[in-house]
């Protein structure tokens, strides 16, 4: 069963020479597949028509993650000698962005930091080097303002939500 090869498939990827977010996306893959129907199947069982009724809660993009790792698993099952064949795992069709940050989100991200009470000169700084930076290169919303990118560009206060308007330097904590 596939839930019986998964062990055997993350104990290869612990071992195996790739880059770490290769193994990390692996182990994503796997966390959505492991909510599947498909993990109580019998490696010989998966075929192309069975893999193309999955369904996904995530986005494309996550069921894609998703069934890139099975692709690999099924490949490394026909390696080890497992099944004869792997199916063909066709992806998704992922859409590119289209929300960027607009006026509205810019004024209400900016009032923001002025609620952070901030010298002039830092929230200069954090509007021409965020705002700008993320209007210029498309960043989303929603994750990149708020999520990890944020805080490596320009760091965080210990004892506070609001961001500083120092660049971030290699060897500073992010939480």
Request: proline share 2%.
């Amino acid at each position: 069963m596939l839930l019986e090869f998964s062990r055997r498939f993350l104990e290869w990827l612990d071992t195996a020479r790739l880059e770490a977010k290769t193994k990390t996306y692996y182990r994503d893959g796997w966390r959505l597949l492991k909510a599947t129907t498909i993990v109580g199947m019998r490696l010989d069982q998966v075929t192309s028509d069975v893999v193309e009724t999955l369904q996904f809660s995530s986005s494309s993009s996550g069921a894609n993650c998703a069934l890139r790792t099975l692709r690999r698993m099924l490949h490394k099952g026909e390696e080890w000698k497992l099944i004869r064949q792997a199916p063909k795992v066709k992806l998704m069709k992922e859409y590119g962005r289209s929300l960027r940050l607009d006026d509205e989100a810019e004024r209400r991200l900016l009032a923001g930091a002025a609620a952070c009470n901030w010298r002039k000169r830092s929230l200069q700084l954090f509007r021409d080097i965020i705002i700008i930076l993320v209007r210029d290169t498309g960043m989303r919303n929603e994750r990149e303002l708020t999520g990890r990118a944020l805080r490596t560009w320009i760091g965080t206060r210990a004892s506070s939500s609001c961001p500083t308007a120092r660049p971030k330097r290699e060897g500073d904590a992010c939480p």
